[in-house]
């Protein structure tokens, strides 16, 4: 099979090879359509208990509660987003977005990470008041809603974890219910020390341990959605140590302008300059390459260009030279950046 790219017939000094790979990389365990089921039916469990709930809460004048149903209302939002980002990522690529609209669900992420963190700001402020100044609550009813909430939750949580978690679009979905369902634990223990001390801070108090939790999924959430955003390598992938790999393997000579990134959650894709010694076989290169990447790293979606430097590199270096590399690099390439690689010969 030829990959998109090379160069056919004798006679070609340079040989470029595009490795697409298969899709196994990019599949989930559970079919989109069942991320979408799972999703919609914990969707259902969460808005019918937070209508409930905010009645509930009104009456009880709990804070803990209305907090609770706050929460959910994100939860609700943020499932409602990672439904419509899996339709977008699922549209092929057309037009000017070569990768179709797969970087949807990465956005859906940001917005719920920072969900958690506008939301969770709010509750602190209103949880420091009641501190301040607690007004009577109803532990009774605060201890029976949080009770049937935890049992909602639990059984929301389990629908989600059906689902594909390797998306952070889902895994900010599957976050929101996990801080809900920790909110309902602490908001049951602050109704059972009303209901058995009369203590109506035990709300307040729960809610700021609630608000520590939601800080924490939605700094998480922005940091990785943040990476993919900016292009960073993954986070299992040192680039400098699979540069000096890739430069190892036998009739390769230089690798630069290397570059690995996520296209989304799950999906690395990378990007190389491979130099071979003179007279080696471009073809078989890449293919080792490919293959090497594969086994190694996961990363099925490739793209090498493969060719032939044009006599053999004799000069000693000291591996911190990267500047005089990165000048060497230019040569074959007009805007050479990043750090060289090169099989550097040693005297004996």
Not at 317 to 341: F, K, N, Q, Y
Request: charged share 15%; proline share 3%.
């Amino acid at each position: 099979m030829r990959h998109q790219g090379q160069e056919h017939g004798p006679g070609h000094e340079h040989e470029h090879g595009h490795g697409r790979g298969g899709h196994a990389g990019h599949t989930h365990g559970v079919s989109v359509d069942a991320d979408r089921r799972w999703l919609a039916i914990a969707l259902s469990l969460i808005a019918a208990f937070m209508a409930v709930e905010v009645v509930i809460g009104v009456v009880a004048q709990s804070l803990a509660l209305i907090s609770d149903a706050a929460h959910m209302l994100t939860d609700a939002v943020s499932i409602v987003l990672a439904l419509i980002a899996m339709r977008l990522a699922a549209r092929p690529a057309r037009g000017g977005y070569t990768y179709g609209l797969k970087r949807a669900e990465i956005l859906s992420a940001q917005a719920n990470g920072l969900s958690l963190l506008l939301l969770g700001a709010w509750l602190a402020y209103e949880a420091v008041h009641r501190l301040i100044d607690p007004p009577a609550v109803e532990g009774g009813l605060v201890l029976g809603t949080a009770l049937a909430g935890i049992a909602v939750n639990v059984a929301a949580a389990w629908c989600i974890s059906k689902a594909n978690r390797t998306s952070l679009n889902v895994e900010g979905a599957y976050q929101h219910i996990l801080n809900d369902l920790f909110a309902f634990i602490g908001t049951a223990v602050a109704g059972l020390v009303v209901v058995l001390t009369g203590f109506a801070r035990a709300d307040g108090i729960a809610t700021l341990v609630v608000v520590a939790l939601m800080f924490k999924a939605g700094y998480g959430l922005l940091r990785e959605s943040g990476r993919i955003f900016l292009e960073a390598a993954p986070v299992n992938v040192d680039p400098d140590a699979l540069g000096d790999q890739l430069v190892a393997e036998p009739a390769v000579v230089e690798v630069h302008d290397l570059h690995v990134w996520q296209i989304t959650s799950g999906q690395a894709a990378l990007s190389a300059h491979i130099l071979v010694e003179p007279g080696g076989d471009c073809h078989a290169v890449r293919r080792d390459l490919e293959e090497l990447l594969r086994r190694d790293y996961g990363i099925t979606h490739t793209t090498l260009q493969v060719d032939h430097t044009a006599a053999p590199v004799l000069q000693l270096t000291l591996p911190g030279d990267r500047d005089l590399l990165a000048t060497d690099a230019a040569a074959h390439c007009e805007d050479a950046h990043g750090p060289v690689h090169r099989d550097v010969p040693h005297e004996h």
